[in-house]
């Protein structure tokens, strides 16, 4: 009897990280590409930007040209069953990615809106209010922004708890119908003792709370967004990915 074998391999998805690149290793795709190693999964890259800095100075940034961003697209080919994006340079980078979105279609679209790096340098040459940019958050599946991120796209000041939850109705009416996850990550709030994620989905609504931990290490945004998704490509829910992604930035970028 011949049996059918099945390759070992034949489960793991490939994902494709769309971000710059920060040499130093701490942010942007070197961050993606570790995660998604660690985790086992297949990855590919499309670079937006190139950029210098260390893990305390950042120096310049340049954005890649746009046939040769096009062409590493169209080298990713179609079998891509996630998307993870950060830092996007410009609107013109964002709309040759919206087209490619559309061409390609994949199953998984997670959008952390890189617009600034920690360090300080705007990293999106753009408004936030640009119809592209808004484009994409009405397509991506998953959004993961921080408090400064979502006051640069509903452009104003969110203060309090009323003021967060209703920002975040305002991202769920602007997102896609239904976005299937909305992340509003708790680092950068007042709460001294407690870093909560606030998680919104079909499914209802959730908070992940944990301790704070000393230190404020680059690349969490990163980390984070890139551990949600190989979460989903590994089969998890979306609020079990949020769980499983708040865990794996505690555990691999700060002390214990
Ligand atoms: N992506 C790239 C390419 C970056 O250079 C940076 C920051 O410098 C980020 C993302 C955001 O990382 P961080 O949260 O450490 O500022």
Same mark, same amino acid.
């Given at each position: 009897?011949?049996?059918?074998?099945?390759? +070992?391999?034949?489960?793991?998805?490939?994902? @494709?990280?769309?971000?710059?690149?920060?040499?130093?290793?701490?942010?942007?795709?070197?961050?993606?590409? #570790?995660?998604?190693?660690?985790?086992?999964?297949?990855?590919?890259?499309?670079?937006?930007?190139?950029?210098?800095?260390?893990?305390?100075?950042?120096?310049?940034?340049?954005?890649?040209?746009?046939?040769?961003?096009?062409?590493?697209?169209?080298?990713?080919?179609?079998?891509?069953?996630?998307?993870?994006? %950060?830092?996007?340079?410009?609107?013109? =980078?964002?709309?040759? @990615?919206?087209?490619?979105?559309?061409?390609?279609?994949?199953?998984?679209?997670?959008?952390?809106?890189?617009?600034?790096?920690?360090? %300080?340098?705007?990293?999106? #040459?753009?408004? +936030?209010? =640009?119809?592209?940019?808004?484009?994409?958050?009405?397509?991506?599946?998953?959004?993961?922004?921080?408090?400064?991120?979502?006051?640069?796209? *509903?452009?104003?000041?969110?203060?309090?708890?009323?003021?967060?939850?209703?920002?975040?109705?305002?991202?769920?009416? *602007?997102?896609?119908?239904?976005?299937?996850?909305?992340?509003?990550?708790?680092? =950068?709030? &007042?709460?001294?003792?407690?870093?909560?994620?606030?998680?919104?989905? +079909?499914?209802?609504?959730?908070?992940?709370?944990?301790?704070?931990?000393?230190? &404020?290490?680059?690349?969490? %945004?990163?980390?984070?967004?890139?551990? @949600?998704?190989?979460? @989903?490509?590994? %089969?998890? &829910?979306?609020?079990?990915?949020?769980?499983?992604?708040?865990?794996?930035?505690?555990?691999?970028?700060?002390?214990?």
């Amino acid at each position: 009897m011949v049996r059918r074998r099945i390759s +070992p391999t034949a489960r793991i998805k490939t994902v @494709l990280a769309v971000g710059g690149i920060d040499p130093s290793g701490h942010a942007g795709l070197f961050a993606d590409v #570790r995660v998604f190693t660690d985790l086992g999964i297949r990855w590919k890259v499309a670079a937006t930007a190139i950029t210098a800095q260390s893990k305390t100075k950042f120096y310049s940034w340049t954005a890649v040209p746009i046939p040769t961003f096009k062409a590493q697209l169209q080298a990713a080919g179609t079998k891509i069953f996630g998307v993870k994006i %950060g830092m996007l340079a410009t609107p013109r =980078h964002l709309a040759v @990615l919206l087209d490619w979105l559309k061409q390609t279609g994949p199953r998984w679209i997670v959008w952390d809106p890189v617009l600034s790096a920690s360090t %300080g340098p705007t990293l999106f #040459r753009g408004s +936030p209010r =640009h119809p592209k940019f808004l484009e994409l958050l009405a397509r991506c599946d998953v959004f993961t922004p921080n408090l400064p991120e979502v006051e640069a796209v *509903l452009n104003r000041k969110i203060a309090g708890q009323s003021g967060i939850e209703k920002a975040a109705q305002e991202l769920l009416k *602007l997102g896609k119908k239904p976005m299937r996850l909305l992340v509003l990550k708790g680092g =950068h709030a &007042n709460d001294r003792k407690y870093s909560t994620d606030l998680v919104y989905s +079909p499914r209802g609504y959730a908070e992940l709370r944990a301790a704070r931990r000393p230190g &404020n290490p680059r690349g969490t %945004g990163c980390t984070y967004a890139a551990a @949600l998704l190989s979460a @989903l490509c590994l %089969g998890r &829910n979306g609020l079990e990915a949020a769980r499983f992604a708040k865990d794996y930035v505690l555990k691999h970028l700060f002390a214990k």
